[in-house]
């Protein structure tokens, strides 16, 4: 089958040295939202400038719809890119802003303003239509950003931190928008960010990077509940990760590694030495059930806000973890600080990873 975007083994070197990508594998679906995700500096809008065609590869092959592109120029690649700053002409018209990446192509002038005036409408700009760029407000551009991208009806919408120059309400209601629009075009989204709730929030599947390499590719879900890297592990949600050796399997298949903390089991392979425990897995008292794992705590601090409880909980090696409780509210509002607590878990809930 035909993926509308593959990237294999792609790398990137600038030339003063920086390795900024490695041996990055993507394969997307069409009609896919795709979000990169990493800290600063993770070599995300660079590999979307190589995508774009903004900036060249320097390993690897990059794949649209099974055509390789690589050395194809980026207004002859099927792709539009929106970027942080929306990058428009201020003192252009909000119709030549959107017209220009026609303009590009060499359009005919009537099938131009044809596609100008049905993209225009479509985004509710007629009032603003013959306005100057610099006369509109940051959410108008965002929007007009967005339609300069989709009128060249391009196969791949690459997004560059699109909403980071937002306020946090506009930010809320442009995510919506997007999302909405993403599903009524069927177009396929790729979407860089350093937002976790932005890459969580919109995406099918999150590539999470750090230092140029892949860390993890997964629906957003499954970063929660089965991180494959410690990098994942600290940088989404809030875990616990014990480290041990490898002790063998239980009756049921799980795989144990023996730690400071007692046995602990969980899902993975044979050869983990690590485990990981999301702060919501863990119960109070006894509704963990049979089978569960026991960690002997002290509650150190713990707030309540609505059904959830957000507990610290110093263990027996002297660490402190979060806890979430959800199902056991109740229980956690009788815990005072410095009263020792009895943490289950449901091995079910743990991850084990090599380190
Ligand atoms: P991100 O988008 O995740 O913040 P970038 O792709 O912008 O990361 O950068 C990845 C790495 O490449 C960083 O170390 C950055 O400093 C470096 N880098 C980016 N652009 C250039 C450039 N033009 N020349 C040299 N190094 C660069």
Request: a negative charge; glycine letters at 10%.
């Amino acid at each position: 089958m035909t993926h509308d975007l593959e990237l294999i083994q792609v790398g990137k070197t600038y030339p003063d040295g920086t390795v900024a990508v490695s041996d990055f594998d993507l394969k997307v679906e069409k009609g896919e939202f795709v979000a990169f995700l990493g800290p600063s500096g993770c070599g995300k809008s660079t590999t979307l400038r190589m995508i774009a065609g903004f900036e060249d590869i320097t390993n690897g092959e990059i794949l649209i719809k099974g055509r390789d592109v690589s050395r194809i120029p980026p207004e002859k690649r099927p792709t539009s890119m929106i970027f942080q700053n929306y990058a428009l002409f201020p003192h252009m018209s909000v119709r030549q802003n959107i017209a220009f990446g026609l303009d590009i192509k060499g359009l005919p002038k009537s099938e131009k303003d044809q596609k100008v005036d049905r993209i225009i409408d479509m985004f509710d700009l007629t009032e603003f239509a013959d306005r100057r760029a610099d006369r509109l407000s940051g959410g108008q551009r965002q929007r007009i950003a967005l339609a300069r991208g989709l009128v060249v009806e391009p196969e791949i919408l690459l997004l560059d931190e699109p909403l980071g120059a937002l306020d946090a309400n506009l930010r809320r209601i442009i995510q919506n928008e997007l999302k909405l629009l993403q599903r009524e075009l069927g177009i396929t989204f790729i979407f860089v960010t350093h937002a976790q709730s932005e890459a969580l929030g919109l995406s099918d599947r999150v590539v999470v990077m750090s230092n140029g390499l892949v860390e993890q590719i997964s629906p957003p879900k499954e970063l929660y509940r089965r991180p494959a890297s410690p990098f994942v592990a600290q940088f989404i949600g809030s875990n616990t990760i014990i480290e041990g050796k490898p002790d063998g399997t239980t009756p049921e298949g799980l795989v144990c590694l023996s730690t400071p903390l007692g046995r602990i089991a969980g899902h993975g392979a044979p050869t983990s030495d690590m485990a990981i425990i999301p702060a919501e897995a863990f119960r109070i008292d006894d509704s963990a059930g049979p089978g569960a794992l026991h960690f002997e705590g002290t509650l150190t601090g713990k707030t309540l806000v609505g059904s959830v409880g957000h507990l610290r909980v110093r263990l027996a090696d002297d660490r402190e973890i979060e806890v979430e409780t959800h199902a056991d509210t109740d229980a956690a509002r009788a815990l005072t600080p410095g009263t020792p607590v009895t943490l289950g878990v449901d091995p079910g809930a743990v991850t084990l990873i090599h380190s």
